[in-house]
Nanobody, 116 residues
Framework: QVQPVESGGGLVQPGGSLTLSCTAS????????VTWHRQAPGKQREQVVL???????NYLDSVEGRFTISRDNAKNTVYLQMNSLKPEDTAVYYC??????????WGQGTQVTVSS
């Protein structure tokens, strides 16, 4: 099964910004319904945002207005722009394609740590 590759995580101070990237092999990856998820220590994985094939989006309430998902089909990449980061955003972030062209497995994720 195709495994996505997430990147762009790091350590950032509260109020800072990061942009995560997600790609996978196959030219149609970014054309799918793509979701970003996160898992904080001791907590269940939760869906942060979804972008559908028409560009419609659905955000977790706690990130609405701070996070923005986008895709660049020419680069076969989906991005997650994260602004006004809070300590509670600290987690490993994962992306996933959910069809209609491909369904990926879980990748390794990218660590985001928000701390002063």
């Amino acid at each position: 099964q195709v495994q996505p590759v997430e990147s762009g995580g790091g350590l950032v101070q509260p109020g800072g910004s990061l942009t995560l990237s997600c790609t996978a092999s196959g030219s149609m990856f970014s054309h799918n319904v793509v979701t970003w998820h996160r898992q904080a220590p001791g907590k269940q994985r939760e869906q942060v945002v979804l972008i559908n094939t028409s560009g419609g989006t659905n955000y977790l309430d706690s990130v609405e207005g701070r996070f923005t998902i986008s895709r660049d089909n020419a680069k076969n990449t989906v991005y997650l722009q994260m602004n006004s980061l809070k300590p509670e955003d600290t987690a490993v972030y994962y992306c996933k394609a959910n069809g209609p062209y491909i369904v990926t497995s879980w990748g390794q994720g990218t660590q985001v740590t928000v701390s002063s």
